[in-house]
Nanobody, 119 residues
């Protein structure tokens, strides 16, 4: 199992920026995609962005395109989510997760980090 630890959450005003980090350890060579998901109170967890661990292809939810940027540093086994132009509706617990193959589910999850955007 890949261990994942998120950091970088916090409180920011609307229009501000935050950068989340996700440090991975364990069998990271088995990772196919790494992703960010978020869950707001009373809502289901939703996909935010993903990155191919080898190759760097990126995928984004329509709601964050043009505002969020996902990246990774393979040497550090760390994934990032740069979030700009934050909106109150971005408030949620953000989770990173690892996918072991192209058709596999995201099976390894971090504990989450809270992002709160005030209006």
């Amino acid at each position: 199992q890949v261990q994942l630890v998120e950091s970088g959450g916090g409180l920011v005003q609307a229009g501000g920026s935050l950068r989340l980090s996700c440090a991975a350890s364990g069998p990271t060579a088995s990772v196919y995609n790494m992703g960010w998901f978020r869950q707001a109170p009373g809502q289901e967890r939703e996909f935010v962005a993903a990155i191919r661990w080898s190759g760097g292809m990126t995928y984004y939810a329509d709601s964050v395109k043009g505002r969020f940027t996902i990246s990774r540093d393979n040497a550090k086994n760390t994934m990032y989510l740069q979030m700009n132009s934050l909106k109150p509706e971005d408030t949620a617990v953000y989770y990173c997760a690892a996918q072991r193959g192209p058709y596999a589910r995201y099976s390894d999850w971090g504990q989450g980090t809270q992002v709160t955007v005030s209006s």
